[in-house]
């Protein structure tokens, strides 16, 4: 195989957990294998990322037209962590709309350099950029930025949606070994309420087909810990998988924090450098979700009565009519701030924290976590068992895994279900106290840990399963 260094396209969904694990792996395919990336996306996320770039990358970061307005949505939407649920909906099924644009870019970038990209990677979101990288003669993949098992899931019964309206309250997963069964209540909002032949149903059935198209899926994860999920994607869709995780790195963070990134970075390493070893419990939610006004003041009530140290990264429930100088009462109980900080066994960071950094520090106990994928990654990386309160999305399907199948994750919520704060303090009780059930999530987690470094091991002749597949993409490609 010669190797050229040439240019690799990629073009991420406009949100958070979709933009930060693309900017990971535009990083390390810079890094390890001297590619030039050309980094796409709409004007407001390339001015955010710009300052971040560091100055020796040569990371290409390139505007693709959009004007939200044009699409029945307010004006600047660009990215989904600025927009309630309904719009950020409205964002995915509308995203389609950008291959024109799309097309033109990659035109463009044909006639600059005399030849096509080496490869387009694209957002799984965006599966009909396969059909716009064949007709300039280039290689296609999809970054799929949910872990396998999650993906599956959502995959194998979103095409069966029949299967949700069975009376039986536990069904086997289609496509799935046998075995692996689900009951209804684990199964998300959506899927509950999903009818066929609805905009998300038809973009979705459209995103599946697309799919298709493409030479290859890229999942951020590994082989050892995902083998049903990427047996699931071989088989079930005939496809090749290259399961090259995990691929983390806190620049595309940073970027969203902006100014205050240095500061918050600060403050928090600072607060827990003061706490002891293995003594903290890290709540989060992602960058789009937030549980409701009663869910919030139901968990605010619990980290308060549950007398552990904790980091909270606080943010206005999306429904809610008030913002965070407002919310006494409404959705955080009365003086429940400043209690925290007179107390300091709490922090409360307001709209984002620098989460990788504070699940590697060592004073990190558990993460209650919405189970987006990038934050179950980020968690494993560290060896940080969790409790889940999966939102939406895949995210359920994450946490049935990370529950049944790994045995390191407790469930405390799901989606808009009722809350007491008397039951999330017995689950915070059971994985931070001195359990056997606490101490054999953590042996997990630190087990899978160890499994993820062996995976991207790539050194004195020794190729983990990461690093192998991540070899055998660029062959793929390059041929
Ligand atoms: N994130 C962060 N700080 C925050 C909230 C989120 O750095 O306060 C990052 C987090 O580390 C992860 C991403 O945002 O990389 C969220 O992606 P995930 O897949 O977990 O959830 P999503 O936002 O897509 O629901």
Not at 462 to 472: I, P, V
Request: proline share 6%; net charge negative.
């Amino acid at each position: 195989m010669t190797e050229r260094k040439e240019n690799i396209v990629m073009f991420p969904f406009m949100a958070q957990g979709h933009i930060i694990p693309f900017l990971a792996l535009a990083l390390e395919l810079e890094k390890k294998n001297g590619y030039t990336i050309i980094f796409v996306n709409t004007r407001l996320n390339i001015k955010k990322l710009r300052p971040s770039i560091p100055p020796n990358s040569s990371i290409r970061l390139l505007e693709i037209p959009f004007n939200s307005s044009d699409h029945g949505l307010p004006p600047d939407s660009e990215n989904t962590d600025s927009l309630p649920l309904p719009l950020l909906l409205h964002l995915i099924v509308i995203s389609p709309a950008l291959e024109p644009a799309f097309r033109d870019l990659i035109s463009g970038l044909v006639l600059e350099h005399g030849r096509p990209p080496l490869c387009i990677i694209s957002d799984m979101f965006f599966g009909w950029s396969a059909k716009v990288a064949h007709e300039f003669g280039a290689f296609h993949a999809i970054f799929n930025a949910g872990g396998g098992y999650g993906m599956a899931a959502f995959h194998s019964l979103w095409l069966h949606l029949p299967y949700m309206k069975v009376n039986s309250e536990e069904f086997p997963m289609p496509g799935f070994p046998k075995g692996h069964r689900i009951h209804t209540k684990q199964l998300p909002e959506h899927f509950q309420v999903a009818v066929p032949g609805d905009s998300w149903c038809s973009f979705s059935q459209d995103m599946f087909r697309d799919w298709l198209e493409s030479d290859g899926i890229l999942f951020n994860t590994i082989e050892e810990i995902d083998h049903v999920g990427m047996e699931y994607f071989r088989q079930q869709i005939g496809c090749s998988v290259w399961p090259v995780g995990p691929i983390l790195s806190s620049l595309g963070s940073k970027a969203r924090a902006g100014d205050d990134a240095e500061a918050t970075m600060h403050l928090c390493m600072k607060w827990l450098d003061s706490k002891p070893t293995n003594s903290v419990l890290y709540v989060a939610f992602g960058s789009q979700s937030a549980p409701s006004p009663s869910q919030t003041i139901q968990l605010a009530m619990a980290l308060e009565a549950c007398g552990k140290n904790f980091i909270w990264v606080v943010r206005p429930p999306s429904n809610s009519v008030t913002d965070h100088d407002h919310n006494e009462g409404e959705w955080l109980p009365r003086g429940f701030e400043r209690r925290i900080q007179d107390s300091n066994k709490g922090l409360l960071v307001q709209q984002w924290a620098p989460q990788l950094e504070i699940l590697s520090h060592k004073s990190l106990c558990v993460f209650l976590t919405h189970c987006g994928w990038n934050s179950v990654l980020e968690a494993l990386r560290s060896g940080v068992p969790m409790l889940s309160w999966p939102m939406g999305a895949e995210q359920n399907f994450n946490a049935k895994m990370l529950e049944e199948e790994m045995g390191l994750c407790v469930g405390v919520a799901s989606g808009s279900s009722e809350v007491n704060h008397k039951d999330i303090v017995k689950k915070i009780d059971l994985v931070m106290g001195g359990s056997t059930k606490a101490k054999d999530m953590k042996n997990k987690a630190c087990e899978v840990m160890e499994m993820l470094n062996n995976a991207k091991n790539d050194e004195k002749g020794f190729k983990g399963s990461s690093a192998k597949a991540m070899e055998d993409f660029l062959y793929a490609a390059l041929s």
